[in-house]
């Protein structure tokens, strides 16, 4: 199980760590904490130090009932951390987090490998002429709704049998663009109750049937400290708990904020499956 990063192959069939590195001023977690160059690049490459294979890079928070950003800000944001980042660190795969063609594009442009998007298409009818054309892999997040309403549709009759159907129907259109590298993301916290959530942990083998590579984002998410009945700040037991399970049932990539514990996790993982 492979997927190519400008001709680089990575084998997801040793699962690997994401490092989330948010460049906006509102984030849940680490909002306006890496203002300047010097803050950005340090937690680069600790990231990297600690053994993180991507950096997802988000310059628009998707948060519940987040305010809404420009796509020229979008850029104005992303574009130069990209930059930044690649000239420290040229070997690095840097992954954006944008559901918008257009970010996409620059961020492309400018030497990014993945795309990362929460709406799989839905929010841009270009984004999949996007990733086509530039031959990327590319994170299909089940979401209903944008960060603004999200929280107010999740009502479902059967939600991992409709996020299946969801992913299939995904599946098909993305390939008829011709676009072969794909990630599935079951959007922990994304138009799901904290319970939805959790069910959707607890079976979350069934995405498998799908054939493609799952990657699991619930970092310090609230299903874990709601539950916990603490904060994003205490959350990191509890995300390595769950990071675990989800390894467990067949994820490829932990998206996180905390990659040496993450890692840890992985390697824990490969020493009992080995």
Same mark, same amino acid.
């Given at each position: 199980?492979?997927?190519?990063?400008?001709?680089?192959?990575?084998?997801?069939?040793?699962?690997?760590?994401?490092?989330?590195?948010?460049?906006?001023?509102?984030?849940?977690?680490?909002?306006?904490?890496?203002?300047?160059?010097?803050?950005?690049?340090?937690?680069?490459?600790?990231?990297?130090?600690?053994?993180?294979?991507?950096?997802?890079?988000?310059?628009?928070?998707?948060?519940?009932?987040?305010?809404?950003?420009?796509?020229?800000?979008?850029?104005?944001?992303?574009?130069?951390?990209?930059?930044?980042?690649?000239?420290?660190?040229?070997?690095?795969?840097?992954?954006?987090?944008?559901?918008?063609?257009?970010? %996409?594009?620059?961020?492309?442009?400018?030497?990014?490998?993945?795309?990362?998007?929460?709406? %799989?298409?839905?929010?841009?009818?270009?984004?999949?002429?996007?990733? %086509?054309?530039?031959?990327?892999?590319?994170?299909?997040?089940?979401?209903?709704?944008?960060?603004?309403?999200?929280?107010?549709?999740?009502?479902?009759?059967?939600?991992?049998?409709?996020?299946?159907?969801?992913?299939?129907?995904?599946?098909?259109?993305?390939?008829?663009?011709?676009?072969?590298?794909?990630?599935?993301?079951?959007?922990?916290?994304?138009?799901?109750?904290?319970?939805?959530?959790?069910?959707?942990?607890?079976?979350?083998?069934?995405?498998?049937?799908?054939?493609?590579?799952?990657?699991?984002?619930?970092?310090?998410?609230?299903?874990?400290?709601?539950?916990?009945?603490?904060? %994003?700040?205490?959350?990191?037991?509890?995300?390595?708990?769950?990071?675990?399970?989800?390894?467990?049932?067949?994820?490829?990539?932990?998206?996180?904020?905390?990659?040496?514990?993450?890692?840890?996790?992985?390697?824990?993982?490969?020493?009992?499956?080995?």
């Amino acid at each position: 199980m492979f997927i190519n990063c400008k001709g680089q192959l990575i084998d997801l069939s040793i699962p690997k760590v994401m490092g989330i590195l948010n460049v906006t001023p509102n984030s849940f977690f680490d909002g306006g904490k890496y203002k300047n160059e010097e803050e950005i690049i340090s937690q680069v490459d600790k990231m990297l130090s600690e053994g993180a294979t991507f950096i997802d890079i988000g310059a628009y928070s998707s948060k519940p009932s987040a305010e809404f950003v420009t796509e020229a800000e979008e850029i104005e944001r992303i574009v130069p951390v990209i930059e930044l980042i690649l000239k420290h660190f040229p070997n690095a795969l840097l992954s954006i987090d944008t559901f918008r063609a257009e970010v %996409a594009k620059a961020s492309l442009e400018s030497g990014a490998v993945i795309i990362n998007d929460i709406a %799989a298409g839905e929010l841009d009818d270009k984004m999949f002429d996007v990733i %086509a054309k530039y031959n990327v892999p590319y994170i299909m997040m089940h979401m209903r709704g944008n960060p603004q309403t999200m929280q107010s549709l999740t009502q479902y009759d059967d939600i991992v049998k409709e996020m299946l159907f969801y992913f299939s129907e995904k599946v098909r259109k993305v390939r008829s663009f011709g676009i072969n590298d794909l990630i599935l993301d079951p959007g922990f916290g994304f138009a799901k109750t904290t319970d939805q959530n959790y069910e959707v942990l607890q079976k979350m083998e069934l995405f498998n049937l799908l054939e493609l590579p799952v990657l699991a984002g619930v970092s310090r998410k609230s299903m874990i400290y709601k539950t916990l009945h603490n904060t %994003a700040q205490e959350a990191l037991n509890g995300t390595t708990v769950l990071n675990t399970i989800a390894l467990s049932k067949g994820a490829k990539i932990l998206r996180v904020h905390d990659v040496k514990e993450a890692m840890e996790c992985v390697t824990l993982f490969n020493k009992m499956n080995s």
